[in-house]
Protein backbone atom coordinates (compact mmCIF):
# COMPACT_ATOMS: atom_id res chain seq x y z
CA UNK A 1 0.00 0.00 0.00
CA UNK A 2 1.58 3.09 -0.68
CA UNK A 3 1.32 5.60 2.39
CA UNK A 4 0.37 9.10 2.33
CA UNK A 5 3.56 10.50 2.95
CA UNK A 6 4.67 8.19 -0.29
CA UNK A 7 2.40 10.21 -2.44
CA UNK A 8 3.44 14.12 -1.29
CA UNK A 9 6.67 13.15 -1.77
CA UNK A 10 6.19 11.96 -5.29
CA UNK A 11 3.44 15.19 -5.93
CA UNK A 12 5.82 17.96 -3.81
CA UNK A 13 8.20 18.42 -6.35
CA UNK A 14 6.09 18.61 -8.85
CA UNK A 15 3.70 21.32 -7.73
CA UNK A 16 6.76 23.35 -6.43
CA UNK A 17 7.65 23.56 -10.53
CA UNK A 18 4.48 24.61 -11.21
CA UNK A 19 4.58 27.67 -8.59
CA UNK A 20 8.15 28.69 -10.37
CA UNK A 21 6.30 28.58 -13.76
CA UNK A 22 3.42 30.61 -12.54
CA UNK A 23 5.46 33.42 -10.85
CA UNK A 24 7.77 33.79 -13.74
CA UNK A 25 4.78 33.93 -16.14
CA UNK A 26 3.31 36.91 -13.89
CA UNK A 27 6.09 39.11 -14.19
CA UNK A 28 6.67 38.89 -18.21
CA UNK A 29 2.94 39.51 -18.89
CA UNK A 30 0.11 41.11 -17.39
CA UNK A 31 -2.51 39.45 -16.31
CA UNK A 32 -4.68 38.95 -20.06
CA UNK A 33 -7.62 37.87 -18.35
CA UNK A 34 -8.21 40.71 -16.54
CA UNK A 35 -6.98 43.03 -18.92
CA UNK A 36 -9.58 41.54 -21.45
CA UNK A 37 -12.40 42.25 -19.04
CA UNK A 38 -11.60 45.94 -18.16
CA UNK A 39 -8.78 48.20 -20.01
CA UNK A 40 -9.09 46.44 -23.36
CA UNK A 41 -12.69 47.37 -23.28
CA UNK A 42 -11.39 51.17 -24.49
CA UNK A 43 -7.90 50.89 -24.94
CA UNK A 44 -7.75 48.39 -27.74
CA UNK A 45 -9.63 50.67 -29.67
CA UNK A 46 -9.26 54.08 -28.28
CA UNK A 47 -12.75 54.89 -27.26
CA UNK A 48 -13.96 57.75 -25.65
CA UNK A 49 -9.88 59.27 -26.04
CA UNK A 50 -8.66 56.69 -24.37
CA UNK A 51 -4.87 56.23 -25.50
CA UNK A 52 -4.97 53.27 -27.93
CA UNK A 53 -2.89 50.28 -26.55
CA UNK A 54 0.57 50.30 -28.40
CA UNK A 55 0.39 53.20 -29.85
CA UNK A 56 3.92 55.06 -28.59
CA UNK A 57 2.54 58.38 -30.20
CA UNK A 58 -0.66 58.22 -27.51
CA UNK A 59 1.57 56.94 -24.68
CA UNK A 60 4.56 58.82 -24.80
CA UNK A 61 2.46 61.55 -22.87
CA UNK A 62 1.23 59.80 -20.66
CA UNK A 63 4.06 57.92 -18.83
CA UNK A 64 6.42 60.84 -19.48
CA UNK A 65 3.88 61.80 -16.16
CA UNK A 66 5.59 59.01 -14.59
CA UNK A 67 3.98 55.77 -13.24
CA UNK A 68 2.90 56.93 -10.50
CA UNK A 69 0.56 59.60 -11.66
CA UNK A 70 -0.35 57.12 -13.55
CA UNK A 71 -1.62 54.42 -11.28
CA UNK A 72 -3.16 57.39 -9.60
CA UNK A 73 -5.53 58.24 -12.74
CA UNK A 74 -6.59 54.61 -13.44
CA UNK A 75 -7.54 54.13 -9.47
CA UNK A 76 -9.46 57.71 -9.12
CA UNK A 77 -10.76 58.18 -12.49
CA UNK A 78 -9.86 60.36 -15.30
CA UNK A 79 -12.72 61.99 -17.12
CA UNK A 80 -14.12 59.29 -19.49
CA UNK A 81 -12.18 56.57 -17.35
CA UNK A 82 -13.79 55.28 -14.72
CA UNK A 83 -12.34 54.91 -11.45
CA UNK A 84 -10.13 51.61 -11.28
CA UNK A 85 -10.38 51.35 -15.14
CA UNK A 86 -13.66 48.65 -14.50
CA UNK A 87 -10.60 46.21 -12.56
CA UNK A 88 -11.72 46.12 -9.25
CA UNK A 89 -9.25 43.65 -8.02
CA UNK A 90 -6.40 45.03 -9.83
CA UNK A 91 -3.26 44.91 -7.81
CA UNK A 92 -0.69 48.11 -7.88
CA UNK A 93 1.56 45.64 -9.43
CA UNK A 94 -1.08 44.38 -12.20
CA UNK A 95 -1.94 47.88 -13.00
CA UNK A 96 1.75 48.99 -13.59
CA UNK A 97 2.19 45.95 -15.78
CA UNK A 98 -1.15 46.69 -17.37
CA UNK A 99 0.06 49.95 -18.05
CA UNK A 100 3.54 49.12 -19.30
CA UNK A 101 1.56 46.45 -21.64
CA UNK A 102 -0.28 49.11 -23.65
CA UNK A 103 2.73 51.55 -23.51
CA UNK A 104 4.88 49.27 -25.45
CA UNK A 105 4.92 48.89 -28.96
CA UNK A 106 3.60 45.22 -30.01
C1 LIG B 1 -14.49 52.89 -19.82
C2 LIG B 1 -13.28 53.06 -20.61
C3 LIG B 1 -11.93 52.79 -19.99
C4 LIG B 1 -11.52 51.66 -19.32
C5 LIG B 1 -12.31 50.40 -19.00
C6 LIG B 1 -10.12 51.87 -18.96
N1 LIG B 1 -9.71 53.10 -19.41
FE1 LIG B 1 -7.87 53.95 -19.13
N2 LIG B 1 -8.50 55.64 -20.08
C7 LIG B 1 -9.75 55.83 -20.64
C8 LIG B 1 -9.82 57.17 -21.20
C9 LIG B 1 -11.00 57.76 -21.93
C10 LIG B 1 -8.57 57.78 -20.94
C11 LIG B 1 -8.14 59.20 -21.31
C12 LIG B 1 -8.54 60.12 -20.17
C13 LIG B 1 -8.20 61.56 -20.48
O1 LIG B 1 -6.99 61.88 -20.53
O2 LIG B 1 -9.13 62.36 -20.68
C14 LIG B 1 -7.76 56.80 -20.22
C15 LIG B 1 -6.48 57.02 -19.78
C16 LIG B 1 -5.69 56.08 -19.15
C17 LIG B 1 -4.35 56.32 -18.66
C18 LIG B 1 -3.58 57.63 -18.76
C19 LIG B 1 -3.86 58.45 -17.50
C20 LIG B 1 -3.16 59.76 -17.46
O3 LIG B 1 -2.96 60.26 -16.34
O4 LIG B 1 -2.83 60.30 -18.51
C21 LIG B 1 -3.91 55.16 -18.10
C22 LIG B 1 -2.57 54.91 -17.43
C23 LIG B 1 -4.97 54.20 -18.21
N3 LIG B 1 -6.05 54.77 -18.85
C24 LIG B 1 -4.90 52.90 -17.77
C25 LIG B 1 -5.97 52.01 -17.75
C26 LIG B 1 -5.90 50.68 -17.21
C27 LIG B 1 -4.66 50.05 -16.60
C28 LIG B 1 -7.13 50.12 -17.36
C29 LIG B 1 -7.60 48.74 -16.95
C30 LIG B 1 -7.36 48.34 -15.59
C31 LIG B 1 -7.98 51.13 -17.99
N4 LIG B 1 -7.23 52.25 -18.23
C32 LIG B 1 -9.32 50.95 -18.29
C33 LIG B 1 -10.79 54.92 -20.67
C34 LIG B 1 -10.78 53.69 -20.05
Known sequence: MISRTH????????????AVMVSTAAVAAPNMD?????C??????????????????AWAPRMAKG??????SVKN???AMPPTG????????EYKELITYMASPK
Do not use: F, T
Open 7 to 18: VSRILAPASMAL
Open 34 to 38: KYNKS
Open 40 to 57: AMCHESGAAGAPKAHSEK
Open 67 to 72: MDELLK
Open 77 to 79: GLN
Open 86 to 93: LCADCSDE
